[in-house]
């Protein structure tokens, strides 16, 4: 029976203790939002000492933490010569050195706390559909190389055959390093964890504003209000329009996912032998995986950049993967989901702090060993530790005059923009 509108990861969740819905009166420091940013911080300030409360809108867990595709390791988000001309160079060399100690500190966090959420070290290819993009991909390794310890090898064409079977691409690089995880598993992990730390956590209960300055925040909330000598903003994708200067910084772009039904063991290994996480380059980005059972492939990408109902979303995505995949045709699909990445107008993440309110976002549909580490380093910051320094803090987010928060209606343009013109544009060339 398809499971349209639900990941299917929430068919493993663990039991957890029933939440309460009222926030208690008073806590040292308030974190909003319950995914993986908002637990990692909150861990981080309850081992420090601090009284924490993390209070979130749904059921925790329910944001983006428990719908993405679980791919996890360091890799420059952009490339670096557009951070160079964002942030300048010296930040550009920090950022691209400190993407892999985040991915250490989040593997070391699954480690050490014991959190068994399925990772394995299948390693990623990221794959490019033009000769262009292959092109760029090279310069970008080799860039990486000359700046960071980054472990990655350019594949050409002719090798793609031991990551995956399909003639779609022109050439990729590989992360060995890289790999998977079970997104809600581990969210389930980083709760248990908090909850074992004596952090409180409120769950289906929107903060509605926060007032006051730092030493003296209150929080409104429909079941009643709390008082707090310091505020973290942890909302990324689901921030909407209520908080001014953090809400017009931050705005939701949604992926999509679809798992198939179980397929035939034997279909699965000739299609993906290495069973890699698989990340395209173009702009029509897919990226894609074998669940952790070895049963069914997850599919997701831009089924488009507004918020399409999972039926129609199912249908675009399965088109882009029988386009890579034929033998997947009579595949049949058994859920489709949807969640909201958070982006910055510069597509990178940041940690920062504006009227004394702590914030960590931005990690632009590349979060599960971001989110977690700089959940950590805004607590940090918030409790005033130098452990908190950051190159993510100089990532300064600007806004746009036309924009105030909650839904991006321009993407409503993007949409049109990337779909007839971008996509067709890069179809022509893949095919040359
Ligand atoms: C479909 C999809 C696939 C993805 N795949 C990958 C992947 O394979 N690899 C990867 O690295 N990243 C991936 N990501 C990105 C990754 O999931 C996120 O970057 C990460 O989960 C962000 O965690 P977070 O805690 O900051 O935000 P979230 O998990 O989104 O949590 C934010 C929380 O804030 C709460 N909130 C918002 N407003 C309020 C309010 N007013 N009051 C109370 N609570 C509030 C929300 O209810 C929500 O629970 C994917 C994302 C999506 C949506």
Redesign the pocket.
């Known amino acids: 029976m398809p499971a349209f509108g639900t990941p299917c990861w929430w068919q493993d969740g663990a039991d957890l203790p029933v939440l309460p819905e009222t926030p208690p009166a008073k806590t040292e420091i308030l974190i909003?939002?319950?995914?993986?940013?908002?637990?990692s911080a909150a861990i981080t300030a309850a081992r420090e000492g601090a009284k924490v409360t993390v209070?979130?809108?749904?059921v925790?867990?329910?944001?983006?933490?428990?719908?993405?595709?679980?791919?996890?390791g360091a890799h420059a988000r952009v490339a670096v010569d557009a951070i160079s001309a964002a942030f300048g160079r010296d930040t550009a060399i920090r950022l691209v050195n400190e993407a892999p100690k985040a991915y250490a500190f989040t593997r070391g966090l699954i480690a050490d706390e014991g959190i068994d959420c399925d990772f394995i070290q299948t390693g990623r290819v990221v794959l490019d559909s033009t000769q262009k993009a292959f092109d760029q991909s090279r310069r970008l390794a080799e860039a990486l190389h000359r700046l960071a310890d980054y472990d990655m090898q350019v594949v050409e064409k002719a090798d793609l055959g031991p990551h995956i079977a399909t003639d779609a691409y022109k050439g990729g690089v590989y992360y060995p390093d890289h790999g998977g995880l079970h997104?809600r598993k581990f969210h389930d992990g980083l709760m248990r964890v908090a909850l074992g730390a004596g952090v409180q956590v409120v769950q289906n209960?929107?903060?509605?504003s926060v007032e006051g300055p730092e030493g003296a925040f209150l929080a409104h909330?429909a079941s009643g209000s709390i008082r707090a000598d310091k505020v973290i903003f942890?909302?990324?994708?689901?921030?909407?329009a209520?908080?001014g200067h953090i809400s017009r910084r931050i705005f939701a772009l949604?992926?999509?996912?679809i798992a198939t039904e179980k397929l035939d063991a034997g279909l699965i290994a000739r299609l993906a032998p290495g069973r890699r996480?698989m990340v395209e380059t173009r702009a029509r980005h897919s990226?894609y995986r074998i669940s952790p059972d070895g049963s069914r492939i997850l599919f997701?990408g831009r089924a488009g950049m507004v918020p399409y109902g999972p039926v129609f979303a199912a249908m675009r995505l399965r088109e882009t993967m029988v386009g890579i995949w034929p033998e997947l045709k009579d595949a049949a699909i058994s859920h489709s989901?949807?969640?909201?990445?958070?982006f910055t107008f510069q597509q990178m993440p940041h940690v920062g702090r504006h009227n004394g309110r702590h914030f960590?976002?931005g990690?632009?549909?590349?979060?599960?060993?971001?989110?977690p580490y700089l959940?950590m380093k805004v607590a940090y910051q918030a409790l005033g530790d130098q452990r908190g320094d950051t190159a993510y803090s100089e990532t300064v987010p600007t806004t746009r005059i036309w924009y105030s928060g909650g839904r991006p209606l321009f993407l409503i343009a993007g949409e049109v923009w990337y779909r007839q013109v971008v996509d067709r544009w890069e179809g022509r060339q893949a095919r040359r």
């Open positions: 909003i939002g319950a995914g993986y940013t908002g637990l209070i979130d809108a749904m925790p867990g329910q944001g983006a933490s428990t719908r993405n595709g679980g791919m996890i997104p209960c929107p903060v509605l909330t942890a909302t990324n994708g689901y921030t909407g209520r908080f949604p992926s999509f996912i996480m990226y997701g989901w949807r969640g909201n990445t958070g960590a976002f990690y632009s549909g590349s979060g599960v060993a971001l989110a959940g």
